[in-house]
Structure formats: structure tokens, C-alpha cells
């Protein structure tokens, strides 16, 4: 068999809208890319034979030997035991339950092969070779629809007992706030995630809060200069600092990366003002200085390298013997 | 040099207010235990001397060969370097900077020392010998005059990066809430703290909160069914659940334990409430059955016994070899 030097990770990044598909080295260099919109729920047998059949001819057009491939790294939105490879429910795939997916993948492509959460394999990618290198504990804040974590611990996923850590977008700030669809009130999702940030736009008058899923146009209007997005923006500021600090106080991470379409799409209105209000809030005894906030510097491509990440550290000895 | 297994740990904590020594086995049986009104603001050599004669007389009194004591365990409230073994501050030890207190230890007692914060070495007495035996991640929550957590994930103590996690009592849940001494508004300190407690009682006209440090006159006045004192111990349930709730959403841990002068002797009126405004509250995602929210079994000797296991477990080696 090919030694791992030499190889490459078959890479698998399904997202809400987007999918990634791609070909990386051992160094994280990523050979072959393809984005396309994400596949409609199907069949998990289908989807990972669509899957593939993708990745199949995304080698093949970037003539890169198939024979060099050992592994393969997924990475998705959903409940699932990363250990046994089971995807219980998956949001961006319709109604599954209690999927065999790794299996599923070996079985198609022959290959090992590793499953993990989306925002896990985000700041595992972050902190290979992004935002968060060297930095433990690390936290990948994903903020865009909906509010989430990737937390590592002593370089591994903190999972808790049961696989449902990192859940922070449901974290409570504010007992009094919004009304959030966990069934609480005044979780941070509830206040910052894209959705709530144009319900805000809305409840302030902004034009720009109109189109209820567009944070983005909130964000677009505030570098126009429009004095309500501008006011809604300084808000979430202020919202988000106070889940940042809380994520200090309790886990008092070296690295908190954002991520995500408002995390990053909005990193250039949210990341300084986010570091002083930070700065404001954290206790006398955080060395806050020495904490890094920063947006994510691998983008859309973090899970993808997530993934590889999986299979150069986690299946190589698999693949050795 | 004694082998371990008949061996000794000389085991040291010191609280706010009361302080405990004793000698406890392998097994993590205490021989012996002395408890006393916690020594006053002295310099740390001069601590240590005390502490050194204390644990001798101890020895002696009890009849335990001391010739047995194999190692030095000690556990307190402050900032410290737990590998380095020095302590940066120290509340409930007036003025101290930047001592290097295990080596002192190491110096009187001629003996190979560890140091841990408080909530820390309860949180690793718990998963020893107490209420989160087998519980993976596990956190002890201390609610008494403050409100902090000792967490561990995969069997170590989650320290962050600098060594300020864990302080859950200044994550806001609350962004309009009370004061607190931090300088933000609405942490859970200052909502379910004795103090915060004590304060609440007062506001709603409980004679119970005339005295200002004692949330256990209101847990008493409860007890004998004052209804304003039930109604600020319903109103704490309710404030704590959040808490819970959000350590249960970020960290998914398998067992939560509530330690301190509120959490431990207030338990009888606050934790069946709380288990049910908790399982209320947890997304739907949460196996919240498999959770384990449970008092402290190990009370007052819980930092003990987590200063023994340090001599058991990390000092070992050191002694073997």
C-alpha cells in the first residue's frame, strides 16, 4: 500500500448550502477542490455513492492517481458517535436516523475512514493549520444561522459524555431575552446568530432587516454608514461579548476563532470592537492580552482540512498495518 | 524508601474558614484528620511551619509511623501554577505574590509535594471516592460565599491555557441582572451566591435576610415554610437551572456536583427542584437522564481526599524512583 507520505485524504465537507469535495497532502495542501451546492436529502447509500463518484472524477481531472488515495474524512452538521461512525439526525440531510455512515463510506470507497461534526472538524482545521495553531484549548465559534462550537481540549474534540458538547448558541445570556426554538429564553443564538442580528435590524426600523435571513444586508448597511444597522451591529457586539467572555471564564481558551457567515462574513465590522468590549468584561484575573480572538484564516476550506486532518492523525496507523 | 502501597499522603486544605489536615492510605482512607479554624494571614514559611508541626502531631497522636508519609498534598482557594507549584494569590491568605509554595512544602516536610485549587482537588475527590465515580467530563460546582467549578475532561483538571478556567460563578446568565463585584451585571455569583441569596431574601422582605452572609438562615426560615424564603429558594433553583443548563449545553458533562456551604447545605431544598427545572430547560438533544446531578457524597474531607490522590497519582513515580 502507499505509504501516507505520499498519499492523499479524500476529503468530504457537506454543508447547509455548499459542499466541498477535495483532494489533500499530508502537509494540508489541498490538490483538487470542487464546491458545489449541497446534494437534496437522499438515501445515505445514494448520497455516498454520489459522493464517490465525485471524488472519483474530481481526481481524475486534476490527474492525480487514484491508486494514492488512504482515506477518507467527512465532515457534516448533525448528531453523531464519531467513535462507531453513526450519524444519528442530520439537519442538512433530511430525515435520517441512526445511519451507519462510516461504514458506508468504507464500504463504497474501499478506504478507511472518519466522520466528525462540522464545527469539530472546523477547529481541528483551525488549529492544524489556521487561526488556532498551537493554541489549546481552542474554541471554532460558528456563527451564521444558527450558533455553535468546536471546543479542543488537550488537542482532542471536548465531546462530553454523550457527543452533545459545545452547544454555546444555547447557552443563556440574557433570561429575559428572545424567545429562542430550543424552548428558552436569551440563548446567545437567540440574539447574535444571522437570523436574530435581521430580526433586530427589523425591530429597529433598518431597511436592511427586511429580508428576515440577511445579516448580511444588516452588515452591508452598516458599511453604507446607515446609523440602524450601524446600532444593531454595536449591539451584537456588546451580546457577543458576553458569550465570549462567559466561554473565558469557564474554559479560558488560548484561541477563539469565528466562523460562519456572520463570524466571518462579519469580521471586519465584529472583530475589533468584539476584542475591546472582551477586553472590558473579562475578570482582573484573565490574562486577556495573551488570549486570542481572531477570524477564521482557512474560511470555508476548515472543515474540508478538518477532515484530512482525520485521516493523516487518526486513520494513518489504520492504514500502516 | 516505604513503598507506596503501605504508604501515607499527608494532605492539607485550607479553607475560608475552617482548615483540615490529615493522613490518608492508598485506598484513600483518612487515618487521621484534624480540622481547625483556618491559621490567619502569615507568611507562606511561616504557614508551612505550622502546617508541618500540625501534620507531625498529628501523626504522632494518631500513632502512625511517620516514617510511612510518602508524600504532601495540598489543596487551597487562589491563582496558582499548579505544575510549578506556585502560588499567585491567595485569598484567604492576606497578601501573598508569586510564592513558591511547593517547594517550600517540599523543604519542610522533606518530601516530594503537589498544590491544586480547591474546587479542582474536590472535583478530582469526587470522581475518586465520592458522588462522580466513572463521570466523564465532571464538574464540581462550588456555591458558598462565591460561586466557582473544578471541571475535568478526559480524567485531567481543563486548566485553559493560563489556568483560569473554570470560574462558571462570572458567566452572565442574566446581561440586566444585579451587580457584581467583577464589574459586570447578572453572573451567577451574583444571583446564587450565599451573599446573593441572603440579598434577594432581603429585597423581598424575608426577616431571614437581615443577616447579610447567611443564605442558610433563608434555606432555614424555608425549612419551617416562611413563604418568602421558599419563594427565594424557588427563585434560586430557577437561576441555578440556567447555570446548569449552560455548563450541560457547553461542556455535556456526565456528572455535575454541588459542593459548598449553598450547594451542599442547601441541597435538601435545592436539588430534586433543580434536577426538574434543569430537565425542563436542556435542549431536546440532551440525555439528560444519563446526567448525574448529585451533592457532594464526600463533604467536607472532598479537597482532602483530592490532595491524597495528587500524592497517589502524580507524585508516585516521583516517589519510586
Redesign the interface.
Known amino acids: 500500500m502507499q505509504t501516507p507520505d505520499s498519499g492523499l485524504a479524500a476529503c468530504i465537507d457537506i454543508g447547509g448550502s455548499k459542499a466541498l469535495v477535495g483532494l489533500v497532502d499530508r502537509g494540508g495542501k489541498i490538490l483538487a477542490r470542487e464546491r458545489y451546492p449541497s446534494p437534496p436529502g437522499v438515501e445515505p447509500a445514494e448520497l455516498v455513492r454520489r459522493l464517490g463518484a465525485r471524488v472519483h472524477t474530481l481526481a481524475g481531472a486534476a490527474g492525480l492517481d487514484w491508486q494514492r488515495v488512504v482515506g477518507v474524512g467527512y465532515s457534516t452538521a448533525g ?1 453523531m458517535d464519531v467513535e462507531r461512525g453513526i450519524i444519528f439526525s442530520s439537519p442538512n440531510q433530511g430525515d435520517w436516523r441512526d445511519v451507519p455512515f462510516m461504514e458506508l463510506l468504507k464500504r463504497e470507497f474501499q478506504l478507511p475512514a472518519r466522520i466528525e461534526m462540522d464545527a469539530n472538524a472546523a477547529a481541528i482545521g483551525e488549529a492544524w493549520l489556521g487561526a488556532g495553531q498551537g ?3 481552542l474554541v471554532f465559534l460558528v456563527i451564521g444561522t444558527g450558533v455553535g462550537s468546536g ?1 479542543l ?2 488537542g ?1 474534540v ?11 448558541g ?8 428572545p424567545a429562542c426554538n ?3 429564553k ?1 440563548c446567545l443564538e437567540s440574539l447574535v446568530s444571522g437570523p436574530a442580528i435581521a430580526r433586530r435590524a427589523r425591530q429597529a426600523g433598518s431597511p436592511a432587516g427586511e429580508d428576515e435571513l440577511s445579516a448580511e444586508a444588516v452588515f452591508q448597511a452598516a458599511r453604507a454608514g446607515d446609523p440602524a444597522a450601524l446600532a444593531v451591529v454595536a449591539e451584537t457586539v456588546e ?1 457577543l461579548s ?1 458569550g465570549v ?3 473565558i ?6 484561541a477563539i476563532i469565528l466562523g460562519g457567515g456572520v463570524g466571518q462574513g462579519g469580521a471586519d465590522l465584529l472583530l475589533e470592537p468584539l476584542k475591546k468590549a472582551v477586553s472590558r ?1 473579562v ?5 486577556f492580552d ?2 486570542l480572538i481572531a477570524r477564521s484564516q482557512l474560511g470555508s476550506d476548515a472543515g474540508l482540512l478538518g477532515a484530512a486532518w482525520l485521516v493523516w492523525n487518526e486513520l494513518v496507523k489504520e492504514i500502516a498495518t
Not at 158 to 168: C, Q, S, V
Not at 170 to 177: E, F, K, Q, R, S
Request: hydrophobic share 40%; net charge neutral.
Open positions: 448528531m493554541a489549546d484549548p471546543i481540549v488537550n482532542r471536548l465531546r462530553g459524555w454523550n457527543g452533545t458538547a459545545g452547544e454555546i444555547h447557552t443563556v445570556i440574557d433570561l429575559a431575552g430550543c424552548g428558552n436569551g451580546l458576553i467572555t462567559n466561554l471564564h469557564l474554559l479560558n481558551p488560548k468584561r475578570g482582573s484575573w484573565v490574562d495573551g488570549t
